[in-house]
């Protein structure tokens, strides 16, 4: 079964242009290192909650929007070894490829698919 990394985070609203660019990119560095499918969604239905919502764990502000993307992998070998080919791959360095978001506020991790019908 497929493994997949899942990311959610805060990203300017006046971003999103370089955003896409940059989540373009990513995205074939990404499938370059065995990556199957990335997928990355731009916000327009995500509401505040009052003990817990997208909005709240990214700390989103005024000026911001909520990116949930996922990139999903053959396997957690795969995963593993494509995961770090791209960590070192110079394309994505933040001194010479800064991200257009906060990475501090960036919440990731990565999930065994147990269904997909």
């Known amino acids: ?3 997949v990394d899942g990311f959610v985070a805060a990203v ?14 990513a995205a074939a560095i990404f499938k370059e290192n065995g990556a199957l499918q990335v997928v990355e969604c ?8 009052t003990l817990t ?19 999903v992998w053959p396997s957690r070998t795969i995963r ?3 995961m770090k080919a791209v960590m070192a791959d110079p394309r ?9 978001f906060d990475g501090k506020r960036l ?4 999930f065994e698919v147990i269904v997909d019908e």
């Open 92 to 100: 994505v360095k933040p001194e010479t490829n800064p991200m257009p």
């Open 12 to 25: 300017p609203v006046a971003s999103r242009e370089i955003y896409t660019k940059y989540a373009r990119d």
């Open 42 to 49: 731009w916000g327009d239905d995500v509401p505040e909650g």
């Open 80 to 82: 593993d070894e494509g």
């Open 53 to 71: 919502s997208f909005p709240m764990a990214v700390k989103r502000g005024d000026d911001e929007v909520v990116v949930f993307a996922w990139i």
């Open 107 to 110: 919440i990731y991790g990565g």
């Open 1 to 3: 079964m497929n493994y």
